[in-house]
């Protein structure tokens, strides 16, 4: 079972079940809600498909540029829902 975006089942189950504060996680709850695609977020912070799936899941943190950089998306995906 998946979404329009390809974010299967057990993706967004283990997003659910990743730690809510983390970074990553609160931007993939964000992405798989709005079907953003991950591959957007991976070209827009540089990395890959994958670099971007173990963040949303809380498998690896982001850590000095790409820190900065998905707080600046996180920070105007949640301006443009208001």
Same mark, same amino acid.
């Given at each position: 079972m998946s979404d329009a975006r390809g974010y299967s089942?057990?993706?967004v189950k283990a997003v659910n079940?990743?730690?809510?504060?983390l970074l990553g996680?609160?931007?993939?709850?964000?992405?798989?809600?709005?079907?953003?695609?991950?591959?957007?977020?991976?070209?827009?912070?540089?990395?890959t498909?994958? @670099?971007v799936y173990s963040w949303f899941t809380g @498998?690896?943190?982001?850590?000095?540029?790409?820190m900065e950089t998905l707080e600046k998306i996180l920070a105007g995906l949640e301006k443009a829902r208001v």
């Open positions: 089942y057990t993706l079940a990743a730690d809510p504060k996680v609160r931007l993939g709850k964000v992405c798989i809600e709005r079907n953003i695609p991950a591959i957007k977020i991976a070209t827009d912070a540089g990395v498909k994958q @670099t @498998t690896f943190k982001p850590r000095g540029v790409h």
